[in-house]
Structure formats: C-alpha cells, structure tokens
C-alpha cells in the first residue's frame, strides 16, 4: 500500500510517523511519503491532506501543475482523509474563503474558515467517535467548522452535539489535526477505507 502526505503545508511528519503506526498495528506493508510532485502519483492508493493555509494550498497545487490531475484520482475514487484545512480543500462549499479561492469541490459540505477564531483561540476538547466509544482527543487550531453537509455525507466525529468529522465514499475530512492526539484510530479508520477502494 502506497499512501501519501500532501508536503506543501501542515504537519507532514506527523501524519507519516503515525499512518505508519496505524499500518503496523494493522499489519499492513505499506509505505508512507511526503508527496509533493506529479510522479508521486505512481500507484498511490491513498492520499492525506494535512493543515496549513487552504489558500497557499491551493495556489501550490495549481503552480505545480498537480489540482486538476488529483481532483480527477479523487472524483475516481481516490481515497483522501482531509484534516483541517484539508476538509476545506475537499469541501463543495466554503465561507470566508478569499476571491478566486478553489477546493476539490468533492465533499458535499459547506465549510467554514476559521471558524473558530485566531491561532489564540486554538484548544483540546474529548470528541466522540461513531465507530469507537472511548473518547478522541480533538485538537483545533485556528479550526474550520462543518456548517451543513448534505445526507450523502455521514458524521463520524463529534464535539458534543457539533458534527466535527464526516466520510463520503472515499473521503473523509476531519476540522481537527489527528496527527497530534497520539492515538491511532482515525488513521486506522482510513487505512481501512483504502483497503475497501
């Protein structure tokens, strides 16, 4: 299993360090890279986007050539996790997005930016999760906020009532950073998306 991690912002190693943890403790071979150009898309089977800037994500991905090539794998069926600003890039719908700002426009959602404020305003909170009943820690940094979802959209993450995590076929965008809870099962959870694509 080839998965990739988008390299252009975000916590990167964090997300490689513990996708290879979830895969041992699955007993999967698999390899995990920091993907940054268009031969990486040989034989990947799974792709994470990580936090940082939706806007400079975006305008990366359209400078090296890579939105319109991976928004095609996606619509094919691709399996992309998307955390923080990655559930923007996924999102049909976003507000408080900047003039000309595009997404993948393949997760019917409508996203928020910064919704809950400035880097400040960042905090930990117990999420619930739909497939596991011992709490997640949920790790929100300058986090966008899921506003509305259509019913082909499923939540699977929870900050009491609010929906914070949700799957559509092969997606799944996340509002937090799962990469820096120390706890393996989100990224279980997407490994074993992939293994059903």
Do not use: W
């Not at 912002?9 to 920091?34: C, M, N, S, W, Y």
């Not at 994470?48 to 050539?65: A, C, H, N, Q, V």
């Amino acid at each position: 299993m080839r998965l990739g991690v988008l390299a252009l912002q975000g916590d990167v190693t964090e997300h490689i360090d513990i996708t290879l943890r979830a895969l041992r403790e699955l007993k999967i071979d698999g390899e995990v890279f920091p993907f940054r150009k268009r031969e990486d898309l040989h034989g990947l089977k799974g792709l994470i986007i990580p936090g940082g800037e939706s806007t400079t994500i975006f305008k990366l991905l359209l400078r090296d050539g890579l939105f319109d090539r991976l928004r095609e794998l996606i619509l094919g069926g691709l399996p992309v996790m998307g955390t923080c600003a990655g559930v923007i890039m996924l999102a049909k719908e976003i507000e408080g997005g900047i003039d000309g700002q595009k997404t993948f426009s393949v997760l019917d959602a409508k996203v928020g930016r910064n919704a809950y404020g400035r880097q400040v305003d960042s905090f930990e909170a117990p999420l619930k999760l739909s497939f596991d009943e011992r709490p997640f820690k949920g790790v929100f940094i300058r986090a966008p906020k899921i506003l509305s979802f259509s019913d082909r959209v499923k939540p699977i993450a929870f900050l009491e009532e609010e929906v914070v995590g949700i799957e559509q076929g092969n997606l799944i965008g996340l509002t937090f950073h799962p990469e820096l809870a120390d706890d393996t099962r989100l990224h279980r959870y997407f490994l074993e998306k992939v293994l059903s694509f």
